[in-house]
């Protein structure tokens, strides 16, 4: 059973702090993606990769860092958290996009909320 | 840039069909899913439209129309358990949008008994 794995459902940390979320895939995918969710605004994107210590910067990346040192790995940083990145968090992780099976495979979300 | 636009929100009868449309103006297309996404879950994958007409799977049937930047989701025989948020998304192509899928807002459809 194919699976995106994030580590923390549930996060609550101060306004400043440094905050890691991390995304581990284990079906071998070469592209990874972090998304936020807000309610009114669906989904967008933060950054993606398309390979090891690839990284592209998507809609929405400021405020935010990533890390991809391994294949089935992607981590997002937040240097110095602030309330407006208050969120729910989706990694995601896909085959090559564009063709019949590069569709997004999702975590459960990392809800993250900044004090 | 991509905008995608769809429903805020639909209401249908159990044992009923939906149409949810999604229209979309973008600079490079790849491709469009559609995802459904139940309430404190993640989206799930639904369909995949890169050439023009109707991809039908079960219950769930999505069309597209490159030329008029439209597609639709449609859901037969809808059950209570299709309650959920349907996800519009865009697959970009060319520089700025290649490999990137752009959602739009989501689709909240409550189906009633």
């Known amino acids: 059973d194919v699976k995106v794995t994030q580590s923390s459902r549930y996060l609550v940390k101060r306004t400043g702090e440094k905050v890691f979320l991390e995304c581990v895939q284990d079906?071998?995918?070469?592209?990874m993606f972090w998304y936020r969710q807000d309610p009114g605004l669906g989904l967008r994107l933060i950054y993606f990769?398309?390979?090891?210590?690839?990284?592209e910067k998507g809609d929405i990346p400021e405020g935010y860092s990533v890390s991809r040192e391994k294949k089935e790995r992607f981590s997002l940083i937040l240097e110095s958290a602030s309330t407006n990145q208050t969120s729910m968090y989706l990694c995601?992780?896909?085959?090559?996009?564009?063709?019949?099976?590069?569709?997004?495979?999702f975590g459960e979300g990392s809800r993250l909320t900044v004090l | 840039g991509q905008n995608i636009d769809q429903p805020t929100e639909m209401t249908a009868t159990e044992g009923a069909i939906v149409q949810i449309n999604c229209t979309y103006q973008?600079?490079?297309?790849?491709?469009l899913f559609w995802y459904q996404q139940h309430a404190g879950e993640a989206p799930t994958f639904l369909s995949y439209?890169?050439?023009?007409g109707l991809e039908e799977k079960g219950r769930f049937s999505s069309f597209l129309s490159r030329s008029k930047g439209y597609s639709y989701l449609l859901l037969k025989e809808l059950q209570m358990k299709d309650s959920a948020s349907y996800l519009c998304?865009?697959?970009?192509?060319?520089?700025?949008?290649?490999?990137?899928?752009?959602f739009g807002d989501g689709t909240t459809l409550t189906v009633k008994p």
């Open positions: 995601a992780s896909s085959r090559e996009p564009g063709q019949l099976g590069g569709e997004l495979f």
């Open positions: 973008t600079s490079g297309f790849n491709g």
């Open positions: 439209n890169v050439l023009d």
């Open positions: 998304a865009v697959l970009g192509r060319g520089n700025t949008n290649a490999g990137k899928s752009t």
């Open positions: 990769s398309y390979d090891v210590k690839m990284k």
């Open positions: 079906m071998d995918h070469e592209n």
